[in-house]
């Protein structure tokens, strides 16, 4: 049984056009990631999954650089662009697929190794650590399985199904889906989807500095001590993309 830890990366977000880029704490906010991944990284069972789209032609050339793996396809179904990256990379039924976004610098490897551990121990089809109401907002984490993800590109019907990947996993009734917090004190908005989330961001770097690989119970002890650090967000909506996508959904052929 092999693993894959895939990233979905675009340049071409709305509200903070080239986030993912973006400096942060003195390097492109990707790179955070990739870094704080850690082992996964190391191991290479990282992947950049992005469009096939121009602009994202500067993610490319940032993978190159980093010797980073990548996978590119449809801009808008999400779901298919992580199906054919796991056919490219030869995955088998029972190998499990790890899905993060590229906008959760804060992310971490023992947040992944959490929800693997979960996902394996109570022999799920798909878990998470971030759900309604208990998100943990930018260190979000969801497993599932190959045959779970080629279930869900075979039947998944709706526009908001495919841009997001795993609703039709989480919704159908027909998989057997666990959610647990890494962090019972975990309560912030922590993914960066405006400048006002960037800045909050970069206090938290700051507040560390130079070390950057500090982990989730340390930002969750930093925040309780001072939740100044990440005011200028304050009004930042979880999941906000996803709720403007169910109010345009339409069934596809």
Do not use: W
């Not at 961001?201 to 100044?228: C, G, H, M, Y």
């Amino acid at each position: 049984m092999r693993r894959f830890v895939f990233i979905q990366a675009r340049m071409g977000s709305t509200r903070l056009p080239g986030k993912v880029l973006k400096p942060l704490a003195g390097k492109p906010q990707l790179e955070h990631l990739i870094e704080r991944l850690g082992s996964f990284t190391a191991r290479g069972e990282v992947t950049i999954l992005t469009s096939d789209q121009e602009a994202d032609d500067a993610i490319e050339e940032f993978c190159k650089s980093n010797d980073l793996e990548i996978f590119r396809g449809s801009e808008t179904d999400v779901l298919d662009r992580y199906y054919k990256a796991a056919l490219k990379a030869g995955a088998a039924s029972e190998d499990i697929i790890v899905r993060i976004t590229a906008d959760c610098p804060l992310h971490h490897k023992d947040v992944v190794k959490f929800a693997i551990a979960e996902f394996e121990k109570h022999s799920l089809d798909y878990f998470s650590n971030s759900f309604a109401p208990h998100f943990e907002d930018g260190c979000d984490t969801e497993v599932f399985r190959f045959s779970t993800l080629k279930k869900a590109h075979a039947e998944a019907k709706l526009l908001s199904q495919r841009e997001h990947v795993t609703p039709y996993i989480k919704d159908s009734g027909i998989f057997l889906c666990g959610y647990k917090k890494y962090n019972a004190n975990y309560k912030f908005k922590l993914s960066v989807d405006t400048q006002a989330d960037h800045e909050a961001v970069e206090n938290i770097f700051k507040a560390f500095s130079p070390e950057t690989d500090f982990s989730i119970e340390q930002i969750v002890e930093l925040l309780l001590r001072k939740p100044d650090l990440i005011a200028a967000n304050k009004e930042s909506v979880i999941n906000a993309g996803y709720a403007k996508s169910l109010q345009n959904d339409k069934e596809i052929d």
